[in-house]
């Protein structure tokens, strides 16, 4: 009997995955939830596995450095080495684009 095969970067996430994401995307200053709440409104749809395991590892550091991160006032390397990742780049481009037309707050 074959095994299932485990997931590949390039495959969806499913919803199960997407709800622990959301859950676990939760933070404590409002200008991160901002971030987040438009990047999951932009993106849920097209999420991929690559993109779970490099918001996850986003989502352990501090709020500040999230903060930070976003704004561009620190690099990855600046607020942990090991985050400098092609995953970890490609959700913090991901949670800092912002469509024509909408303020920071949008």
Known sequence: MEQPAAALPDDLVDERMLSKLKWRSRRGLLENDIFVDRFFKRFESVLTVKHAQGLMALMEISDNDL??????????AQVQ??????????????????????????
């Open 67 to 76: 903060l930070d991160l976003h704004l561009g006032r620190k690099t990855l």
């Open 81 to 106: 080495a090991d985050l400098e990742r092609d995953d970890v780049s490609e959700v913090l481009n991901m949670l800092r684009e912002n469509p024509k037309g909408q303020n920071e707050a949008s």
